[in-house]
């Protein structure tokens, strides 16, 4: 079994600023890992997923996420914030393992709130 | 662009009912999901489908049953609605896309229950 821990419930942020949020996990398998958003009365919508390779991830919206196997860690980050990024954003894990098909398991969520 | 539908977008209905939570996709996924979505924005799988008739619990117990009968159609049913309901309700599908690759789930804008 996986979990997810979003250490920030919420985050304020001026606009213009660096953002980042987040998020560490626990497997006793190997893992992937995404990152979620969802805006006020909305499903969520994929921002970014590590499957393997290269540790540094890019994403939609300007987004980028670091894989830190070590540390067992997938923080997001932005470097500079619009006020269209206040959302949730979730981080989720799958089991890497094909026989353990696609079910996720989410953090939280963080609340980032972009002040002007 | 994610074609996946859930009706209705709010539901407010009293104790005791009987509700279907509708959800549909256009993709041809042959995988469906339910998640629970508490107030505090935690998110919990509670049903999943990897095929036509075929329905597993997910990892949050619910009362509610699923039932998938169509490729493009997972509808979610209490047969007795209660208050300890109340929650936001999203739908998900993916579709497995080979060895070596991973599905992304694709989210609809959710049900948002309310049980007086």
């Known amino acids: 079994a996986q979990s997810v821990t979003q250490l920030d419930s919420q985050v304020p942020v001026f606009e213009e600023a660096p953002v980042e949020l987040r998020c560490n996990y626990s497997?006793?398998?190997?893992?992937?890992l995404f990152w979620y958003v969802q805006y006020p009365n909305q499903g969520l919508q994929l921002l970014l997923k590590?499957?393997?390779?290269?540790?540094l991830v890019k994403g939609i919206n300007g987004f980028e996420a670091e894989f830190n196997k070590s540390q067992t860690s997938f923080h997001l980050r932005k470097p500079s914030v619009h006020i269209s990024d206040t959302a949730e954003y979730f981080c989720?894990?799958?089991?890497?393992?094909?026989?353990?098909?696609?079910?996720?398991?989410f953090g939280g969520g963080t609340r980032v709130l972009v002040k002007p | 662009e994610a074609d996946i539908y859930q009706t209705p977008r709010y539901l407010v209905i009293g104790t005791g009912k009987k509700i279907t939570l509708e959800c549909s996709q256009t993709?041809?996924?042959?995988?469906m999901y339910w998640y629970q979505q508490d107030p505090g924005m935690e998110l919990h799988l509670i049903h999943y489908?990897?095929?036509?008739?075929?329905?597993e619990k997910g990892d949050l117990s619910s009362e509610s049953t699923v039932s998938r009968i169509r490729t493009e159609h997972f509808p979610l049913t209490l047969e007795s609605a209660r208050p300890s309901h109340t929650s936001q309700y999203l739908c998900?599908?993916?579709?497995?896309?080979?060895?070596?690759?991973?599905?992304?789930?694709?989210f609809g804008p959710g049900t948002r229950l309310t049980v007086l």
């Open positions: 998900a599908s993916s579709a497995f896309k080979g060895p070596g690759a991973r599905d992304e789930q694709f």
């Open positions: 497997s006793s398998v190997s893992v992937y």
């Open positions: 590590y499957l393997s390779g290269s540790t």
């Open positions: 989720a894990v799958s089991d890497a393992r094909r026989a353990a098909g696609n079910k996720l398991t």
């Open positions: 993709m041809g996924h042959d995988k």
């Open positions: 489908s990897y095929g036509v008739n075929s329905t």
